[in-house]
C-alpha cells in the first residue's frame, strides 16, 4: 500500500527494544511451520509479518521446522513450506530445524532433572489428565512426582535408550497443580514414540513436547521477538519459566490475532480431511486456502501481501471477508495481466458482406493500464465468429446494448456491425447469427461516424483454439462453515466448480505462460493450470471482474 500506515503494536514493542539497546538492538525473529501439512494463507500472514519486520529493521529471520512429531511429518512438506516462503518473495537467513537440537533439548531436560523441577511419570494419559484437576479445582500430585533426582536422571536416560514402549512413560515438569493456569500444571516435557523421523531416522525413541521444544530452540537460536498467535497467550508463562530456569537466552513472546476468513477453513486437520477425503483434487486444488492452492488459482504473491498488510495485525480475533483477498488480487492484476479474449458459452456470427475466406489482421493491446503500452498481439479476424450467446436476444429490452435484429454493436478491437437476422434448430435453439459489418468503422481508424453503446469480445472460427476452463468459486456456502452445527463439510458449495471442456479462445493463448495473469474480456480474470499441454491447454478462473457474490447473496 503506497499511504504511510501507523505502527502496529509489535512494531512498536521492537522500537522501543532496539531504543532501549536490547540485544545489541538487534532484531532476529523465526517462521516455525510444523512440516505435517501445506500451508494456508492464516501462514501466509504470519510469513509476511515476521520476515516483514526483519526486513524493516534491518534483522533476519530463521525458517525453523518444528518436527517433534514423527508421524505426522514428511519431507513432501518441508519441500512444500520452503517452495510457499520463496514465492511470497522471502529469503530466510538460516534454514533450522528443531531436531537440530534434540542432543541440547534432552540436555536441559536432564538440567531441570537435577533442579528437581522434572520428574519421570507412569501414569496413563487418562490418569494424568484426571490428576490436573480443572480449572476451579486444583490437581492431585501422584507418587512419582516424589521420585529422587537420581531415579529420574535414570529413567529418562532409559526411555532414551529405548527401554519403555509408546506410553509407558512420560517426563513432566514440576511446576504447581494448583495453578490457575492449567498449563502449569506439570505439563509434559517429553513422550516415547517408537516412530521414524524423517531427519533423524531411528535414533531418538523420545521426543519433546511443542510447550518445551519451542521456546528452548528460540533461545538455542538467541531469537528477540518470538511472534505467535492468540492461542499462545496462556502458553506464555511456561515458555518464560523453562527460560529462567534454565538460565538461558532470555527470547521472549508475543501474540497476534491468526488470520480468520470467511468461506474457507484455517485448520491444517480440517484441510487435510478434504483433501484425504477427496472433497477436493489436492492440496493446490484452487479451491483450497492452502498458499500452493491460491497460486495456481492465480493469486500474485503481491496480491497475498497486499492482503496480510490491508488486514494489519491486531489483538483481536475478526473475521475478515474473502472478498478483500479478491479486491487485492483484481487490483493487482488489473495491472499486470494481459487482455485476451475467450467465448465460454458460444453461439456463430457469420457477416454476410465480409468476403468469404478473407483473413484480415488487428492490433489488440496487451495492458492499457500500462502507460505507454507494453505492444500488443495480432488478432485474425473472419467473417465467421465465435461470440457469447448472452451477447444476443430475440427479443432485447430497451437499454440491452448488445445483439438483436436491428441493433448495432462494436466488435471488440474490429468493427461495428449491425445484426440482420437469425437461425434457429428444430428445438427452438438460436444456432446462428446474421450480420453485417460496416468497413468504415475499424477499431482505431473509425470514420463511419457511428456511435454505439455496447462493445462484445469475439473469435475468428477458423482461427480459434479450444480450451478447457474451469470456473472456480468459494469452497463453503456458508460464511463460517467451523461454527456451524454439524460436521464441516456438510457446508461445501456444490457450486465451487464448473468444467467447460471447449471454450473457444484467440489463438495468441496459445502461447499462454504458466504462473502469469490474463483478462479474458468481459469475463474475468484466469491463468494456464499444471496440468495444461500443447494439446490440450487448461485455464483456471482466479477471480471474476466484479464481485458476485453479493449478488448471489442478495
Known amino acids: ?94 534454514e533450522l530445524y528443531a531436531s537440530d537440537y534434540f542432543d541440547k533439548l534432552y540436555d536441559l531436560a536432564v538440567t531441570l532433572i537435577k533442579k528437581g523441577l522434572a520428574y519421570v511419570d507412569d501414569s496413563t494419559a487418562e490418569e494424568i489428565a484426571a490428576q490436573k484437576g480443572t480449572p476451579t479445582e486444583p490437581g492431585t500430585p501422584n507418587q512419582y512426582r516424589s521420585r529422587s533426582v537420581e531415579e529420574n536422571l535414570q529413567l529418562f536416560a532409559d526411555m532414551k535408550a529405548g527401554k519403555y514402549q509408546d506410553g509407558d512413560k512420560v517426563l513432566r515438569a514440576k511446576i504447581d497443580l494448583a495453578s490457575p493456569n492449567m498449563l502449569l500444571r506439570d505439563p509434559l516435557m517429553y513422550r516415547i514414540k517408537h516412530a521414524h523421523h524423517h531427519r533423524t531416522g531411528d535414533a531418538w525413541c523420545i521426543y519433546p513436547m511443542y510447550d518445551f521444544a519451542h521456546g528452548q530452540s528460540d533461545a538455542i537460536e538467541e531469537i528477540t521477538h518470538s511472534i505467535c498467535t492468540l492461542e499462545f497467550v496462556s502458553h506464555r508463562p511456561l515458555y518464560d519459566l523453562f527460560i529462567e530456569e534454565l538460565e538461558i537466552f532470555p527470547s521472549k513472546q508475543y501474540e497476534f490475532a491468526r488470520l480468520n476468513m470467511t468461506y474457507t477453513v484455517m485448520s491444517k486437520r480440517k484441510l487435510m480431511q478434504l483433501v484425504a477425503e477427496n472433497h477436493v483434487e489436492g492440496w493446490d486444488d484452487p479451491r483450497m486456502s492452502t498458499i500452493s492452492g491460491l497460486r495456481r488459482r492465480g493469486y500474485t504473491a503481491a496480491s497475498i501481501r497486499e492482503f496480510c498488510d490491508r488486514i494489519g495485525v491486531a489483538k483481536r480475533e475478526n473475521m475478515i471477508d474473502f472478498s478483500l483477498l479478491e479486491f487485492c488480487i483484481r487490483e493487482d492484476l488489473n495491472k499486470t495481466a494481459w487482455r485476451r479474449m475467450a467465448v465460454l458459452d458460444p453461439i456463430k456470427l457469420i457477416i454476410t458482406n465480409y468476403p468469404e475466406g478473407q483473413t484480415e489482421t488487428l492490433h489488440g493491446e496487451n495492458n492499457p493500464e500500462v502507460e505507454g503500452g507494453d505492444g500488443g498481439r495480432d488478432i485474425p479476424f473472419s467473417n465467421e465468429l465465435w461470440i457469447e450467446r448472452e451477447d444476443f436476444m430475440e427479443e432485447p429490452p430497451k437499454k440491452f446494448f448488445r445483439l438483436g435484429v436491428g441493433l448495432m454493436v462494436r466488435l471488440k478491437n474490429a468493427y461495428i456491425v449491425k445484426c440482420e437476422d437469425f437461425k434457429k434448430d428444430a428445438d427452438g435453439n438460436v444456432t446462428e447469427i446474421y450480420c453485417t459489418y460496416i468497413p468504415e468503422s475499424k477499431s482505431g481508424h473509425d470514420t463511419s461516424g457511428i456511435n454505439v453503446k455496447g462493445t462484445i469480445h469475439w473469435v475468428s472460427v477458423p482461427h480459434a483454439k479450444t480450451a478447457e476452463v474451469r470456473l472456480y468459486d468459494r469452497l463453503f456456502k456458508v460464511e463460517d462453515p467451523s461454527s456451524e452445527e454439524g460436521d464441516f463439510k456438510e457446508y461445501l458449495n456444490p457450486e465451487s466448480l464448473h468444467i467447460l471442456p471447449n471454450v473457444y479462445i484467440e489463438p495468441d493463448l496459445a502461447n499462454a505462460e504458466q504462473g502469469k495473469g490474463y483478462q479474458f474480456i468481459r469475463k474475468g480474470y484466469f491463468t494456464l493450470d499444471k496440468l495444461s499441454t500443447a494439446d490440450k491447454l487448461v485455464f483456471n478462473r482466479t477471480v471474476t471482474l466484479k464481485d458476485g457474490w453479493a449478488v448471489k447473496k442478495s
Do not use: Q
Not at 540485544?23 to 500451508?39: I, Q
Not at 500472514?45 to 505426522?72: E, H, M, Q, V, W
Open 1 to 94: 500500500m503506497s499511504e504511510e500506515r501507523s505502527l502496529n503494536f509489535i512494531e512498536e514493542i521492537v522500537e522501543e527494544d532496539i531504543a532501549e539497546g536490547k540485544h545489541g538492538g538487534r532484531v532476529l525473529t523465526r517462521f516455525p511451520p510444523e512440516p505435517n501439512g501445506y500451508l494456508h494463507i492464516g501462514h501466509a500472514k504470519s510469513i509476511c509479518l515476521n520476515f516483514g519486520l526483519a526486513k524493516k529493521y534491518n534483522g533476519k529471520t530463521n525458517l525453523r521446522f518444528d518436527d517433534t512429531n514423527p508421524t505426522k511429518e514428511e519431507t513432501e512438506y518441508v519441500d512444500s513450506i520452503k517452495e510457499d516462503v520463496k514465492w511470497l518473495g522471502f529469503d530466510w537467513a538460516e
